[in-house]
């Protein structure tokens, strides 16, 4: 059925996977937890002739066989005039093991002999295969409701178009796991040593004066908007759906969502264009 779409959810235990399905169901769409991957054209076949136009499925490692066919079966399903996407949930490996330890809930690979972080990489092996073909998400520092906006973000795009996604970060909280391309701007003169600057962000006017009248960090912003634009052809021509531009400054707050900020009200124009703060979330 022409408009019809299928989104995926896979990703790390403990990594929002439940939030993300909940959201998704509270936002209209019909949703199927841990579906075996091979049960897919058939519940598709099922629910495209009802009249379900939207349709969300979460697949995980609980059934390993899932991961590996998915692929496949992606493309398979794309035949069948429904946009398929996936939605791809990741998470540092010590946030994944303290909130395991404060549900107290077993790890779904847990077999008596692992350790916790040994089960969590043997996961991430399991999900190489598809963890860099859908829309990337690091839930390591989000609460649920950051979360949940980020996922109604995802939704309303027009997932036909490459989405270019600017994210700022603090380096002391680690490098987004969800970053293609990294930039590290703790080189740049820093408002936190301003006192009337440093209770503010990078949104906010007294940063933005002071950081537009910076020459270096004017600088620094021309590199990168003239970086991105330079290679941006080539990552459309590769069938790239989404593009994550990470500005990392040492907390977060000024210098990375100023640039974030400024790159993005620049490529808007001529790109479709989301804009997170991670540290800010």
Not at 233 to 258: E, F, K, M, W
Request: with cysteine.
């Amino acid at each position: 059925m022409p408009g019809s779409q299928l989104i995926l959810i896979s990703g790390l235990s403990g990594s929002g996977k439940s939030v993300a399905l909940k959201t998704l169901e509270d936002a209209g769409f019909y949703c199927v937890d841990n579906l075996p991957a091979e049960l897919l054209p058939s519940l598709i076949e099922q629910l495209l002739p009802e009249g379900f136009r939207n349709i969300a499925v979460s697949i995980d490692v609980r059934n390993a066989r899932s991961v590996q066919v998915l692929p496949p079966l992606m493309l398979q399903l794309m035949q069948k005039e429904l946009a398929v996407h996936l939605l791809y949930l990741d998470a540092q490996t010590e946030t994944l093991v303290k909130r395991y330890s404060e549900t107290r809930r077993l790890h779904p690979l847990n077999d008596g002999v692992k350790t916790l972080p040994e089960c969590v990489a043997y996961e991430r092996e399991l999900l190489a295969d598809i963890s860099d073909i859908g829309h990337h998400i690091d839930t390591s520092d989000l609460n649920a409701n950051a979360l949940r906006g980020w996922i109604k973000q995802f939704i309303q795009l027009d997932r036909a178009r490459l989405t270019l996604l600017f994210e700022s970060f603090g380096f002391k909280h680690g490098i987004p796991l969800d970053a293609d391309l990294v930039f590290d701007v703790r080189c740049l003169p820093n408002p936190h040593y301003n006192e009337h600057l440093r209770p503010l962000t990078g949104r906010d006017a007294p940063v933005i004066e002071f950081l537009d009248q910076t020459e270096l960090v004017q600088k620094m912003y021309a590199d990168i908007r003239d970086f991105v634009a330079d290679w941006l052809p080539s990552y459309i021509a590769d069938n790239r759906s989404y593009l994550t531009v990470a500005v990392g400054c040492t907390g977060g707050q000024h210098r990375s969502v100023y640039l974030t900020e400024k790159l993005a009200r620049h490529f808007e124009q001529q790109q479709q264009v989301l804009v997170r703060h991670r540290e800010l979330a």
